[in-house]
């Protein structure tokens, strides 16, 4: 089964750091880009960045460039999406989703939640 | 960016009628060169990660039932739903995959 596992919910403090990550299995992982979308609470879908586990090529959204850097590990067939700095408007759910035609498969979604 | 925009934002619609929402982006997602529309639709429930639903603009994803039907070519789109069921209640999304950012638009919410 083709299938995307997304790491749990974390509550965080402004400042702090935080990598969640998006474990593939079920198909070659180093084929299809893998892409994250994040959804504030009560809001639409923000598509936020994508790479590619064969060559590690990424792109980003221009409005999020610099302040979320992804990763790849294709040892381990995991994604990995990391703040350095939160913020309270970082607070959201975050879904990982493999790009084929479309976003075809997507993990369960991991909630981040930043307060002081 | 290429911004897509829906309408309606929401829409009321009694079983087994018919539901249409409409997609625009701001330029084309036509790619000449193989004559395809870089569309996708989704459908997300409360509590769920989204469903797509429907790819280059018209090719329905494995599994999904055939009263959901896509179409439009350039930069207008359309869902269609031909007769409403409870469980397609649910906010509907299209997305553009032709360049980055992969925008997607706003969403329209499906009531009963």
């Known amino acids: 089964e083709v299938q995307l596992v997304q790491s749990g919910a974390e509550v965080k403090k402004p400042g702090e750091s935080l990598t969640i990550s998006c474990k593939a299995s079920g198909y070659s992982f180093t084929s299809y880009w893998i892409g994250w979308v994040r959804q504030m609470p009560g809001k639409g879908l923000e598509w936020m960045a994508i790479i590619h586990p064969g060559d590690f090529d990424t792109r980003y959204s221009p409005s999020l460039r610099g302040q979320v850097t992804i990763s790849a590990d294709r040892s381990v067939s995991t994604a990995y999406l990391q703040w350095s700095s939160l913020k309270a408007s970082d607070t959201a759910m975050y879904y990982c989703a493999r790009q084929n035609d479309g976003m075809d498969v997507w993990g369960q979604g991991t909630t981040v939640t930043v307060s002081s | 960016d290429i911004v897509m925009t829906q309408s309606p934002d929401s829409l009321a619609v009694s079983l087994g009628e018919r539901a249409t929402i409409n997609c625009k982006s701001s330029?084309?997602?036509?790619?000449?060169?193989?004559?395809?529309?870089?569309l996708a639709w989704y459908q997300q429930k409360p509590g769920q990660p989204p469903k797509l639903l429907i790819y280059w603009a018209s090719t329905r994803e494995s599994g999904v039932p055939d009263r959901f039907s896509g179409s439009g070519s350039g930069t207008d789109f359309t869902l269609t739903i031909s007769s409403l069921q409870a469980e397609d209640v649910a906010v509907y999304y299209c997305?553009?995959?032709?360049?980055?950012?992969?925008?997607f638009g706003q969403g329209t919410r499906l009531e009963i």
């Open positions: 997305q553009q995959y032709y360049a980055t950012p992969k925008t």
């Open positions: 330029q084309s997602v036509l790619y000449s060169s193989n004559n395809k529309n870089y």
